[in-house]
């Protein structure tokens, strides 16, 4: 009995070990070990590389100019707004208040109202248009001649004024492509030229015949409108050299030829009383004096004769 008890035993644990097995060997062949996975995580970025802009928002290119920043840049790092609006709501007032050192050329461009012009020209001007100004300093305008300004005219000031202004938008490096003598908005006459001369692409210098600057810096520029700055007042020939004065006239009576005189009266009395000489011509004094010398001499003569006649 204990050996039919122990076969069984046996017999029961073969059949075990040989489910077992099957049942290894099948679940081996239905799904292999899979190596490890790793995660793979990108190189870090080198520190000096910039990331790259969040959606929705853009770079914002350089601002164009002399190699340094406008004093009055088109849209400030950061701000959600343009500090000065662009389109035709610009105002040339609001850019120089904002640069905070050219009160003199604010007051001109307000006093002559040429402000109104210059705004709606930038309204107007279409794609190839725009504007130029160049702007002194206060500390400049207090280097002219004491009460320089206050002796011009509104006229005048108006001339000025647009003596430094050109009717086009001209970036810093294209100042090379202007043609001399440079039309302003004062006019094209001789005592109003401006020539420009440009030195290694962003270095410009003007002379006028009275003065000779140069652009320093940049004050505002976008796509229509550039201001620069400038280190002394555009001074045209016109306001410097004094305006010729026309000629006097003669005063009547006076200063006249008396050639001129005693042959025109000579020739008209002459021709009315009807004279003896068929030319029309009066003797001079000298000559009427001389035929009474000869007159007398004559007479002196006959007398001599006559007194001899009786005496012998």
Do not use: C
Not at 58 to 75: H, I, K, M, Y
């Amino acid at each position: 009995m204990n050996n039919i008890m122990q076969q069984s035993l046996i017999s029961t644990s073969f059949l075990l070990l040989a489910i077992t097995f099957y049942t290894t060997t099948s679940l081996a062949q239905l799904s292999p070990i899979q190596p490890p996975t790793t995660a793979t995580s990108s190189p870090p970025l080198p520190s000096n590389t910039a990331s790259p802009p969040l959606p929705g928002t853009t770079a914002t290119a350089p601002s164009p100019g002399l190699n340094t920043v406008p004093l009055v840049p088109t849209t400030p790092t950061g701000a959600p707004s343009p500090l000065i609006p662009k389109g035709p709501t610009i105002d040339i007032i609001s850019i120089l208040q904002k640069a905070k050192r050219f009160s003199v050329l604010i007051r001109l461009l307000k006093t002559t109202q040429l402000i109104n012009q210059l705004n709606s020209q930038l309204v107007s001007s279409s794609g190839s248009g725009g504007l130029t100004i160049f702007a002194p300093e206060d500390s400049d305008f207090s280097k002219l001649k004491a009460g320089f300004l206050n002796s011009l005219s509104d006229r005048q000031k108006v001339e000025l004024l647009q003596f430094h202004t050109l009717a086009s938008f001209i970036s810093i490096t294209n100042f090379d492509t202007l043609t001399n003598p440079v039309q302003t908005q004062a006019g094209d006459d001789a005592r109003l030229q401006l020539n420009v001369t440009t030195y290694g692409g962003n270095q410009v210098s003007m002379a006028t015949g009275a003065v000779n600057a140069s652009v320093t810096g940049t004050v505002y520029t976008d796509s229509k409108l550039a201001i620069y700055q400038v280190d002394k007042v555009l001074l045209p020939l016109d306001l410097v050299l004094p305006a010729k004065a026309p000629a006097l006239a003669p005063a009547p009576g006076k200063g006249l030829p008396k050639a001129g005189k005693t042959n025109s009266s000579a020739v008209d009395d002459g021709s009315s009383a009807g004279s003896d000489d068929s030319d029309g011509k009066v003797l001079p004094a000298e000559a009427s004096k001389a035929g009474a010398v000869v007159i007398w001499v004559n007479l002196v003569v006959i007398g001599v004769a006559f007194v001899g006649g009786i005496v012998l």
